[in-house]
């Protein structure tokens, strides 16, 4: 992946980059929720007799498609909240999104929805850990951003869910494909019809070559 590795000035944790999204909190419609559990249910019965190793395979495929659903469910939902992308609340957002940029990972994509986010960034090696937790990344911007939005509304309590979507991307050819899912996302939701006419989304040089023509 040498198109995001010379750009960094120190070395990634074995140089693995990590898709993340997590949403506002609230409560998704039971119907939704139901329709989901029953589909695991069915899909854990129906790769019992598998081998060990095909069955983690399955349930990567599985795992993918789950959440493609979910993901479409938060951005075209309208009944659900649309609160992130008002101006000064998707700048809060994206302002801490660039703030740890170069200091606790590199960002290469990030987009903000109405009531979700995904991030594509590499965690950096950090001299005194090893290198920096995912769970420790997220932490660090939901704490940040609640706190400022809260501010902003002049609220208190807690603003995004506990859970977290996040996947290590496997390969260079993945890379470029959720680069290209998380840019697209206002597109597939029906916000906008090219990429580029969404305010809320951020590409760094060496991925937009990939989307450029």
């Given at each position: 992946m040498e198109q995001y590795r010379r750009r960094l000035p120190h070395a990634y944790a074995n140089n693995t980059p990590v898709f993340i999204t997590w949403r506002l909190k609230f409560t998704l419609p039971i119907d939704v929720v139901k329709k989901m559990s029953l589909e695991k249910e069915k899909f854990e019965k129906s790769i019992l007799m598998l081998s060990e190793d095909y069955q983690n395979m399955q349930r990567y495929q599985f795992s993918k498609k789950q959440f493609d659903l979910y993901d479409d469910i938060l951005g075209c939902n309208q009944?659900?909240?649309?609160?992130?992308?008002?101006?000064?609340?998707?700048?809060?957002?994206?302002?801490?999104?660039?703030?740890?940029?170069?200091?606790?990972?590199?960002?290469?994509?990030?987009?903000?929805?109405?009531?979700?986010?995904?991030?594509?960034?590499?965690?950096?090696?950090?001299?005194?850990?090893?290198?920096?937790?995912?769970?420790?990344?997220?932490?660090?911007?939901k704490r940040f951003t609640a706190r400022e939005i809260n501010k902003l509304l002049g609220k208190d309590g807690s603003l995004w869910a506990n859970e977290s979507y996040d996947h290590l991307v496997r390969n260079e050819k993945e890379y470029v494909r959720i680069g290209w899912y998380i840019i697209n996302n206002p597109v597939k939701a029906g916000l906008v019809d090219d990429w580029k006419q969404w305010k809320f989304t951020w590409l760094e040089d060496d991925l937009r070559q990939h989307f450029s023509s």
């Open positions: 009944d659900l909240p649309q609160l992130l992308t008002k101006p000064e609340i998707a700048s809060i957002i994206q302002d801490s999104f660039n703030f740890l940029d170069g200091k606790k990972y590199s960002l290469h994509a990030s987009c903000i929805m109405s009531n979700h986010v995904h991030l594509l960034l590499t965690p950096l090696v950090d001299v005194d850990k090893e290198k920096q937790a995912i769970g420790d990344i997220s932490h660090s911007l």
